[in-house]
Nanobody, 125 residues
Framework: QVRLVESGGDLVQPGGSLRLSCVAY????????LAWFRQAPGKEREGVSC????????YYLDSVKDRFTISRDNAKNTVYLEMNSLKPEDTAVYYC??????????????????WGQGTQVTVSS
């Protein structure tokens, strides 16, 4: 069964850090573009970051550049999102996604076939 499972979401104070993990089951991530999306209450799902399946090039939403880092470990079939200097506006459910054919850098959620169930990140004092 093909699925993605996220973990690592938590309640954290402003300025804090979290690392999200997403493990793939039933398929190998090596050939896939991997991405993180988030959705806050009442808002549309937005792309946060993605990493290429060819040269590990990374792409970020402007508001998270220099604070978030995406990485992949193909040996562990896992993609990570390291989040630093968290702000209240980062509060959302975070989802990982994968697609084999999407153009690297494309953060349109409609282009991704595989999705995790989401993990809640809350930034609040």
């Amino acid at each position: 069964q093909v699925r993605l499972v996220e973990s690592g979401g938590d309640l954290v104070q402003p300025g804090g850090s979290l690392r999200l993990s997403c493990v793939a089951y039933g398929f190998t991530l090596d050939y896939y573009v991997l991405a993180w999306f988030r959705q806050a209450p009442g808002k549309e799902r937005e792309g946060v970051s993605c990493i290429s399946n060819s040269d590990d090039s990374t792409y970020y939403l402007d508001s998270v550049k220099d604070r978030f880092t995406i990485s992949r470990d193909n040996a562990k079939n896992t993609v990570y999102l390291e989040m630093n200097s968290l702000k209240p506006e980062d509060t959302a459910v975070y989802y990982c996604a994968a697609d084999r054919w999407v153009v690297a850098g494309d953060l349109n959620p409609d282009e991704y076939d595989y999705w995790g169930q989401g993990t809640q990140v809350t930034v609040s004092s």
